[in-house]
């Protein structure tokens, strides 16, 4: 019975997160709407912002730089992933239907009305926040709410006909790449710095690791995207192949930044950032190379807190080099 109530526990604890596994049978409309915006998405654009406010060298422990953080990672987590997490569910309910039929919206959970007014809310609620924070650290041109938009007309041509970035697998991947890297990256740095040319070209060569990363989700829903026509890189290449293309990205340019940190006379943080990659590269053979359809969500648990530390510790020797 404890076993039972246990597992019990953790479905409804991943169906609130929005994570692989969940519970059918929620009937509160805000725990559905928090599953449609999957918390446990937010996380990588939090810490993308705390990664942009460490590269920018300006950011200072007083309590209104705290309150800058705080609300930029409000606008990145919960209201910009939110929105893009919740149009993405819009639009792959019928893939969803066959992938993961307890999700909100092919359970009949939630209706198609709820879910239009939910995305439209938190779209209006992110780009007015943004606004909010250009007017606050004073920017001439809106850059924060420039940031705002792309990242929102990002998401939409991701998820939404005709281009649907999501059925190219490479197009795809980088653009969810771009999303979680480099988009939050600019937002903090932009914060408490100026967002010049190298950090965004360097975020976006950081931002193919992370096309790397966002493959791994792409083994849950290789049958799906077979029967509906995605092209994702388990179906184009099959699934042992598409393992090797996955950590083979997320190592490799990883490897290329602690190679630019040496560049710019950051050996100490560039050393830092090359024995964070060992363990990735351990709980890869460990795992994921053995069985990605099986073993993605622990690979995911046990090898990324390696991969956002290394983003700090780029971010803070950008900062501490004044790039």
Not at 8 to 22: F, I, N, V
Not at 131 to 140: K, M, N, Q, S
Not at 233 to 238: A, D, Q, Y
Not at 270 to 276: C, G, T, Y
Request: glycine letters at 10%.
């Amino acid at each position: 019975m404890t076993n039972d109530n246990s597992a019990e526990r953790s479905a409804k604890t991943r169906q609130l997160l929005g994570m692989k596994g969940a519970a059918p049978g929620e009937t509160s409309i805000w725990k559905i709407r928090l599953q449609l915006m999957k918390p446990i998405t937010w996380i990588p654009l939090i810490w993308g912002v705390v990664c942009g406010a460490a590269s920018s060298g300006g950011y200072s422990w007083t309590l209104e730089d705290i309150l800058k953080a705080a609300t930029c990672m409000l606008l990145s987590g919960p209201l910009m992933v939110g929105y893009t997490q919740t149009l993405n569910d819009f639009y792959d309910r019928e893939i969803d239907a066959i992938n993961e039929p307890y999700r909100p919206i092919p359970s009949g959970a939630i209706s198609v009305r709820q879910v239009v007014t939910q995305i439209l809310v938190l779209l209006i609620a992110g780009i007015g926040l943004s606004y909010i924070l250009d007017r606050w650290v004073g920017h001439e041109f809106p850059t924060i709410t420039c940031l705002a938009l792309g990242g929102a007309f990002l998401a939409y041509i991701y998820s939404a006909p005709p281009l649907k970035l999501k059925k190219n697998g490479w197009l795809g991947n980088y653009a969810l790449g771009a999303s979680y890297i480099a988009l939050p990256w600019w937002t903090g740095h932009a914060l408490f710095g100026d967002l010049n040319w190298t950090i965004v070209i360097l975020t976006l060569f950081y931002s193919l690791a992370g096309l790397g990363i966002a493959v791994v989700n792409d083994f849950k829903s290789v049958e799906g995207d077979r029967q509906l026509g995605l092209q994702s890189l388990p179906v184009m290449f099959g699934i042992g192949a598409a393992a090797w293309i996955c950590v083979l990205m997320i190592d490799i340019f990883q490897v290329g930044i602690a190679g630019y940190l040496i560049g710019i006379h950051q050996n100490l943080y560039a050393a830092i950032l090359m024995l964070l990659i060992i363990p990735q590269i351990t709980f890869q053979d460990m795992y994921f190379l053995r069985d990605p359809l099986k073993n993605d969500v622990k690979y995911q648990a046990s090898a990324q807190p390696f991969l956002v530390l290394g983003m700090l510790v780029a971010g803070l020797a950008i900062g501490h080099a004044g790039i």
